[in-house]
């Protein structure tokens, strides 16, 4: 499985960003998709994550102004985030699970850096 991952870039304080990703070379479907975002020195967390049902979650500091989307048949998701803060500069990554019988699968995407401006 390959996760590519877009949509990253530099905005001011207050701005907007949407990522992508996209996933491709799978051959079962993913239960979960999420983003993590990572700062240097630092451990990386959940931003956002969505079930194959539409089931959502979101990490407290970005509740409200991030909204996760998913497409199953494309097997595809976005992040829209507004409102963004500089403390959401980080780099961003996308992440696909699926539980095969009894494995945890988990793929990851490159990271797509993020910077908000004050």
């Known amino acids: 499985v390959q996760l590519q991952a877009s949509g990253g870039g530099v905005v001011q304080a207050g701005g907007s960003l949407r990522l992508s990703c996209a996933a491709s070379?799978?051959?079962?479907?993913?239960?979960?998709m999420g983003w993590y975002r990572q700062v240097p020195g630092k451990q990386r967390e959940l931003v956002a994550s969505i079930t194959s049902g539409g089931s959502t979650n979101y990490a407290d500091s970005v509740t409200g102004r991030f909204t996760i989307s998913r497409d199953n048949a494309k097997n595809a998701m976005s992040l829209q985030m507004n409102s963004l803060k500089p403390e959401d500069t980080a780099v961003y990554y996308c992440?696909?699970?699926?539980?095969?019988?009894?494995?945890?699968?988990?793929?990851w995407g490159k990271g797509t850096q993020v910077t908000v401006s004050s």
């Open positions: 070379g799978t051959i079962f479907d993913i239960d979960v």
């Open positions: 992440n696909a699970y699926s539980k095969i019988y009894n494995y945890d699968l988990n793929y």
